[in-house]
């Protein structure tokens, strides 16, 4: 009796062996698909892995300055890590409106690059600054204007800490503007 059961079982695994390995292929395809798109998802190049959780879309109403924008909800953005020349000075209780060099070209490039657009808003450690307006990275499709800004010469690197993911990028975009003179770095005296 015991050799007729060893036997029924050999027999069944003969008979299932073929479906197996039949399966066997598109089954470890699919864990293999599984495994690359976990390995994928947390690869430092990737979207999700370089964006935080706090990454999220919206739509720009209106630049309100080169490191400022304004979203359709009302919300004011203030970009992380650079600093762009100002339009208007405080005298007194008024603001006037006397630009520095290269402001109007700061707030122009940020027109063009995101008005009417949806961006992507990267938060770093702190969201928010001392005037309530949230702190961001701001991309458009894969560009990073903040780093933009910089590399073309109409924003300095401010560097506040804890907000320092990018400071290395910037520093090193500065350093090429600074260089090669582009922008505020081309005027006569610039540090």
Request: overall charge positive.
């Amino acid at each position: 009796m015991a050799d007729w059961r060893r036997i029924s079982r050999a027999a069944a695994v003969d008979r299932l062996l073929p479906a197996l390995r039949r399966h066997a292929r598109p089954v470890l395809w699919l864990a293999a698909g599984v495994v690359l798109g976990l390995v994928w998802s947390h690869a430092p190049w990737s979207p999700s892995a370089s964006g935080s959780a706090d990454a999220e879309y919206a739509v720009v109403a209106r630049a309100i300055d080169g490191d400022t924008i304004e979203l359709a909800t009302g919300e004011r953005v203030r970009y992380i890590g650079i600093d762009t020349p100002e339009l208007y000075r405080r005298s007194g209780t008024a603001w006037l409106y006397q630009p520095e060099p290269y402001a109007e070209q700061a707030l122009a490039f940020n027109r063009l690059a995101v008005e009417g657009r949806t961006v992507r808003l990267e938060s770093d450690v702190e969201r928010r600054d001392r005037y309530q307006r949230r702190l961001a990275y701001v991309y458009r499709d894969d560009a990073l204007i903040n780093a933009d800004l910089v590399a073309q010469g109409l924003a300095k690197v401010l560097t506040i800490p804890p907000n320092t993911r990018h400071a290395d990028l910037f520093r090193r975009l500065e350093r090429e503007a600074r260089d090669t003179r582009r922008g505020v770095w081309a005027e006569r005296g610039a540090p």
